[in-house]
């Protein structure tokens, strides 16, 4: 492993699910894979658990870590090539990037999308403009479409919440929220559960929330919710903004809400988010409360997925 976007850089599931799981038993089994190595995590928007959990990992395998917050600490970044930097933007990446990877051996970056410009932000030019110019492994901590840490962590809960012989079935439905949110999550958890192939899936959203085919295809599509979820083991949960009229909120219907009355018709079955989460606006309290919830769980195993995916980086 050389790069750590998206699931097609995951190599084989199984075992990088079982080497967080070994990670999980024993945090510090592999203390000397990062001696003497740094890693820079840059954050250019906010975050708690892709932070904590990455710094935590990279710590149990012996590197060295520094945390940036570009967006709030740094000079704000230009990232489109030839420039004029007479705006806003004051340190163009190409000049940053080559000194990040002079000073780390590892980059995570954590990006964002516009959601005002669909081709920027689906050519991941931000992340790709610091793979282009770091010259060291660059480990995604969420980008303009996709979060693939949090997807491992996703698939990695999964597996340890089921124990029947059949494909479980995976529900994920679109949620109201106050903002407009990017489709990273939807899209990403999508991608690793298609590529995974160990499930029964469903998207359940309103008309006019598709997300890119790119990352639903194999998925059942429906916008009837209520029948998406019978039959459910997994429900995640998680709002995103329109793909095809790019970053907008339409319909914002509370009904899309997950209650414990909708549950009902599912297999007990066990509620994901990837947090934060809007109480009361995408998911009741009455849920997250309970034991149906395991997001706690989930949040938690975000340690052992990049503690995985370091040492696969470490090993090469
Ligand atoms: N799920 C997730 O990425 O959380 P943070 O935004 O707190 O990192």
């Not at 097609?8 to 079982?18: E, K, M, T, V, Y």
């Not at 639903?216 to 998680?238: C, M, P, S, W």
């Not at 995408?282 to 849920?287: A, T």
């Amino acid at each position: 492993m050389k790069k750590f976007l998206s699931c097609h850089d995951a190599g084989d599931f199984q075992s990088l699910i079982a080497q967080a799981l070994e990670f999980k038993k024993n945090p510090l089994k592999s203390v000397h894979l990062g001696q003497g190595k740094r890693m820079g995590l840059l954050f250019l928007n906010p975050s708690m658990r892709t932070r904590l959990s990455t710094e935590i990992a990279a710590k149990n395998l012996g590197m060295d870590v520094i945390v940036f917050n570009v967006g709030q600490d740094g000079w704000a970044f230009e990232f489109e090539d030839e420039a004029i930097m007479s705006g806003t933007t004051v340190e163009h990446v190409k000049d940053a990037a080559p000194i990040l990877g002079k000073y780390f051996d590892v980059l995570g970056i954590r990006t964002f999308p516009s959601l005002k410009n669909k081709q920027d932000d689906y050519s991941e030019l931000y992340i790709n403009q610091f793979i282009k110019y770091a010259g060291v492994p660059v480990v995604s901590l969420e980008s303009a479409t996709l979060h693939p840490l949090q997807s491992l962590a996703d698939l990695i809960t999964i597996n340890e919440n089921y124990t029947e012989k059949r494909k479980p079935k995976i529900v994920l439905t679109w949620a109201p929220h106050v903002k407009a949110l990017p489709q990273c999550v939807a899209n990403s958890f999508s991608q690793w559960i298609n590529a995974w192939g160990g499930a029964d899936f469903t998207i359940a959203h309103p008309e006019d929330y598709e997300l890119d085919p790119q990352f639903t295809n194999g998925a059942t599509i429906t916008h009837n919710q209520d029948e998406a979820l019978r039959d459910a083991d997994f429900i995640y949960v998680k709002n995103w903004s329109t793909y095809q009229d790019y970053g907008k909120i339409y319909c914002n219907d509370p009904e899309w809400m997950l209650t414990t009355e909708k549950i009902a018709t599912t297999r007990n079955a066990k509620v994901m988010h990837c947090l934060p989460v809007r109480r009361n606006v995408e998911l009741s309290d009455e849920i997250l409360d309970s034991t149906s919830s395991i997001v706690t769980q989930q949040a938690v195993n975000r340690i052992w997925a990049a503690q995985a995916v370091l040492a696969e980086l470490l090993k090469k």
